[in-house]
């Protein structure tokens, strides 16, 4: 018998650095029974931070999927659950969760608030439309306050959060809470039973306030339902919690509300009631409905619903090697039904690819199934070519899911093996790393033969490396980070290319005149616009030189770095009947380029980070005096309780170690996160230097 699809969550728990995400997870692997003992972070035993480097470092460093199940008013339900990674060094790991998932817990630490890192992944969440619960951990903590963060959510993230409990007491005096909607209290001893609560009575000294709470949440659930909205006028009294419960869905499905509730994880304390609120509130696949794609044979959109009867289709979000079963796919499943052992098509390489085994994941531990159904998430295994993104789906009727967008590497770092035996071994290790995450890239330097590898930022690399030495058992030697520069022209100029060569029997010849400038606005890659009248250049070689431009772009004349996007028209031109042919026009596009280019004035570009550092009031002259140093621009100061926010723009170039030297200017107490934000030019005299250093050689490589 089909499940019912009604009773299948698949979520997300997503949040800044420290906010408890994956002690959160840990909580509802041992209330849904998952596990027997609950694991903990600072004792590196958490079950869902199964790397060595995670229970090392105490952080999230890859998104971990599990099953569980949850009983809720009589039904039993299916909990798809994803713990995915808060630092920003691993922002693809989030990214390709959200895309996967229905819907998300957005926690937030009670005395932190709202974090630069809970806005990122909140702007995430947004992008791919996944509806959210607020749950405000950590209220055990000095400082705790959930209005507060409630509060700062309307403000920084412009969401209107409705609290649908209130907590008793805060701090050490942190006891239960109150639910707004049932209107009972919620008191929690400190054992770890499973039901480790009692119901009781609101509180005498909590009735005005609670009263307060609950007409605000019935006000706001009303909006969303004319037969409420009626009765809230009329008589408040008469409303059923069922017809709240109903409301309330409906606006956080369609994100017009998000539910916020609070507790302290770790303490054990409002897990239960957490997971209420995510069958309550939270979307099924269902409600999510069906999916769009494009037929890839005929280019038109076609939907798929969430049906085990309807054709298969899945994304494939994630790529693991795993020691004992290989490549393990991580899918999602939208529609139809798939059996192991079955033959699927992926649409990006139109090929036939067989699932030999199908698992259901929990953490980095598999469980064979038999077959998955729209609406899962699984792994499988026995793919050839299938990489982050794809979409694998039944033969019979091909269809391509939007995929994802991934960010650029910005910081890069040569390595070479320590030993002739590790050359080898290097090879497969990055190769597997580079399939597995696609914000990190590896290339050979042409100049000096170097392996360069590139990521999101210094612990990105460094955990890498680590990788390299622990689980691929390779020695590196590694050189000094290095920037990911990139050039630019910045006017435009008209150029005539004439590439001759005569050698014995047939020669080659091609005639272009273009006109090369800055792309216009918005514009990545190459704009390729053809203007040739007459045929003076036949339209089978344009091809060949709108190839020959783009692949110049990798390296530009200053200092060989890539040019992200230039725009080209052709002109006019000439050919010769016996010497032209497609090569002969490709060679002159790439000798155009590195003509003309040094005319239309290039220019080096940096990438430029968005950092925000948060420190007591007291070290803030020191910080921004170093910020300055830096070539920082300081954007904004705000202050929030005992601290103050300083956010600046600052090149990444001069960013390198600069934690370390936050600690020593803040004696510890000042923390900072810095993300990309642009590419801008670098002042002249800097980019001499650096176009020195590079010893690059604007030269023909076809002459």
């Known amino acids: 018998m089909a499940r019912d699809l009604k009773f299948t969550r698949n979520i997300g728990i997503m949040a800044h650095i420290d906010a408890g995400k994956t002690t959160t997870s840990e909580r509802i692997l041992y209330y849904t029974g998952k596990t027997h003992k609950i694991g903990e972070v600072h004792e590196g035993a958490a079950t869902m931070d199964w790397m060595v480097q995670e229970q090392e470092r105490g952080i999230t460093i890859t998104s971990a999927a599990t099953t569980a199940f949850w009983h809720y008013k009589g039904d039993t339900y299916q909990i798809n659950l994803i713990d995915t990674p808060g630092h920003v060094d691993f922002t693809v790991e989030v990214e390709r969760s959200l895309r996967v998932l229905d819907g998300t817990v957005a926690t937030f630490c009670a005395v932190g608030r709202v974090q630069p890192q809970s806005e990122t992944v909140w702007r995430q969440a947004d992008k791919y439309g996944v509806p959210k619960i607020a749950y405000v951990n950590k209220m055990d903590r000095v400082g705790a306050d959930f209005l507060a963060v409630v509060e700062e959510i309307k403000e920084k993230l412009g969401a209107r959060a409705v609290p649908i409990c209130l907590p008793i007491g805060a701090e050490d005096k942190f006891q239960g809470i109150v639910d707004l909607i049932a209107n009972k209290a919620l008191i929690y001893d400190n054992t770890e039973e499973l039901v480790n609560y009692k119901v009781t009575d609101v509180p005498e000294d909590m009735k005005a306030d609670v009263a307060t709470w609950r007409e605000k949440l019935i006000e706001a659930a009303a909006e969303y339902d004319e037969s409420l909205m009626e009765k809230f006028f009329e008589d408040p009294d008469s409303i059923s919690e069922d017809e709240i419960i109903a409301a309330l869905r409906k606006a956080t499905i369609n994100m017009s509300i998000v539910p916020a509730c609070c507790g302290s994880s770790f303490k054990n304390k409002g897990v239960q009631f957490l997971l209420d609120a995510v069958m309550r509130y939270l979307p099924s696949p269902l409600d999510k409905g069906s999916v769009t794609g494009t037929n890839p044979k005929t280019g038109e959109e076609e939907e798929r619903k969430p049906d085990a009867k309807e054709p298969f289709c899945a994304l494939v979000f994630k790529i693991a090697t795993d020691p004992f079963v290989g490549r393990l796919a991580f899918l999602r499943a939208y529609s139809g039904r798939l059996d192991a ?163 014995g029997g047939r020669g080659k010849f091609a005639d272009i005149i273009v006109e090369i400038g800055p792309a216009d606005e918005g514009v990545t890659g190459l704009q390729f616009i053809d203007e040739v009248k007459g045929g003076n250049v036949p339209k089978e070689f344009i091809p060949s030189v709108e190839k020959g431009f783009k692949s110049a772009m990798a390296n530009g004349v200053l200092a060989g770095y890539e040019v992200p996007s230039l725009k080209v028209t052709l002109k006019d031109g000439s050919f010769h009947p016996v010497d032209s042919d497609q090569l002969s026009f490709e060679i002159c596009a790439r000798q155009a380029f590195r003509h003309a280019c040094p005319k239309a004035k290039p220019v080096l570009l940096e990438p430029i980070m968005s950092l925000e550092v948060v420190t007591p009031e007291d ?20 202050s929030t309780t005992g601290a103050r926010i300083v956010k600046a723009f600052v090149p990444l170039a001069e960013q390198f170690g600069y934690v370390t030297v936050l600690r020593t200017i803040s004696s510890g107490r000042a923390t900072s996160t810095m993300t990309f934000d642009h590419y801008a030019e670098v002042p002249a005299n800097l980019a001499k230097e650096i176009v020195e250093k590079s010893g690059y050689k604007n030269v023909d490589e076809d002459e």
């Open 341 to 503: 052992g079955s033959y699927v098509l992926n649409t990006r390489s139109d090929k036939k690819e067989r699932v030999a085994r199908l698992y259901q994941m929990h953490s980095n531990k598999q469980n064979p199934i038999e077959f998955v159904e729209a609406g899962d998430i699984c792994a499988a295994v026995g793919f050839k070519d299938l990489r982050t993104g794809d979409t694998i789906c039944a033969e019979a009727s091909p269809i391509t899911l939007e995929s994802m967008e991934f960010p650029d590497p910005v910081i890069g770092l040569a390595v070479e093996p320590k030993t002739q035996k590790d050359l080898d071994k290097l090879g497969i290790a990055l190769a597997k790393l580079a399939e597995e995450d696609p914000t990190f890239t590896v290339k050979t330097d042409h100049e000096t033969g170097q392996t360069v590898i590139s990521g999101m930022g210094e612990l990105h690399l460094d955990i890498i490396v680590d990788r390299l030495r622990r689980e691929f058992g390779v020695e590196i030697n590694q050189g000094a980070p290095q920037v990911n520069y990139k050039e630019a022209i910045t006017s435009t100029v008209q150029h005539r290319e004439v590439f001759k060569k005569q050698t």
């Open 619 to 638: 070290y803030m002259g020191d910080i921004v005096g170093d910020l300055n140093r830096r070539r920082g621009q300081i954007n904004a100061m705000d």
